[in-house]
């Protein structure tokens, strides 16, 4: 069974169709992209997936539930998290406080027992930085803990966001263009850890990207979005092999970096 099922999504803003009639599955346990130029439509569709967005049209169902329409936080809690193209990280908290921001959905005491500060609260919080730490160190960030996330460098706040997407043990991340910005040690860094998730958390990850040596080396099933519609989808080579995605959507320059890349 699917982990993820979006059916025949839509969503429009005003006259303008962003996502038109996308249908796309994801194993558990794989790693797929969905690739496509500027303004397909990528982001629009992670959106309606988490939430942001209600879909105009079509159905998603995670895990064996459907979810869309539902809230952000709903949806976060079932075990699906993303990050964001632009960073969105709280600049003047420490790396470990942006990591325990993730648990946010998995936190149980009751009001009351926050205001009191109870035996119960105290352990919850004792847990959830021990957790955090656990996950800094997964994602190599656990000596720069005390820091605040806005003086870490450009990588590893990429890193520190998958780290609190990983702090509500979630079954399915989404990573929208996580290497964008990136040097080529960075992005190596990142195509490591990206593969980490998958074989050492068990955690099913679908990615945004435009390095088309990363998509091509990391994922299973690639999917390609232009003008909010799907136009492609398969393997590495399947793709690779595909004129209109190549020639039209990709550009010349790409396809080199295709053919360096097989």
């Known amino acids: 069974?699917?982990?993820?099922?979006?059916?025949?999504?839509?969503?429009?803003?005003?006259?303008?169709?962003?996502?038109?009639?996308?249908?796309?599955?994801?194993?558990?346990?794989?790693?797929?992209?969905?690739?496509?130029?500027?303004?397909?439509?990528?982001?629009?569709?992670?959106?309606?997936?988490?939430?942001?967005?209600?879909?105009?049209?079509?159905?998603?169902?995670?895990?064996?539930?459907?979810?869309?329409?539902?809230?952000?936080?709903?949806?976060?809690?079932?075990?699906?998290?993303?990050?964001?193209?632009?960073?969105?990280?709280?600049?003047?908290?420490?790396?470990?406080?942006?990591?325990?921001?993730?648990?946010?959905?998995?936190?149980?005491?009751?009001?009351?027992?926050?205001?009191?500060?109870?035996?119960?609260v105290l352990n919850e919080e004792q847990a959830a930085r021990d957790r955090a730490r656990e996950l800094l160190a997964f994602v190599g960030l656990d000596q720069k803990r005390d820091e605040l996330a806005k003086n870490l460098p450009y990588g590893d706040q990429r890193r520190l966001e998958i780290a609190r997407a990983l702090a509500g043990n979630p079954k399915l991340i989404l990573l929208d263009e996580p290497t964008a910005g990136m040097n080529p040690n960075e992005t190596s860094a990142a195509t490591s850890l990206i593969k980490r998730l998958r074989d050492e958390l068990k955690i099913t990850v679908v990615l945004i990207e435009h390095d088309m040596r990363l998509v091509m080396s990391i994922s299973e099933r690639i999917s390609v979005l232009d003008y909010g519609t799907k136009i492609a989808e398969g393997d590495a080579q399947t793709i690779r092999g595909n004129p209109r995605v190549v020639e039209a959507y990709l550009g010349k320059g790409a396809a080199t970096a295709l053919d360096e890349a097989a």
């Open 1 to 120: 069974m699917a982990l993820l099922e979006a059916k025949n999504i839509t969503k429009i803003f005003g006259g303008l169709t962003a996502v038109n009639d996308v249908t796309l599955m994801i194993e558990p346990g794989t790693i797929g992209s969905v690739i496509g130029p500027n303004g397909a439509g990528k982001t629009t569709f992670f959106n309606v997936l988490t939430g942001i967005y209600k879909p105009d049209g079509g159905t998603v169902i995670f895990d064996g539930q459907s979810i869309a329409g539902r809230r952000p936080d709903q949806i976060s809690a079932l075990g699906m998290r993303r990050t964001f193209q632009n960073i969105r990280l709280f600049d003047n908290m420490t790396v470990l406080e942006n990591a325990q921001v993730g648990m946010h959905t998995h936190l149980r005491a009751p009001l009351w027992s926050i205001i009191l500060r109870t035996k119960r």
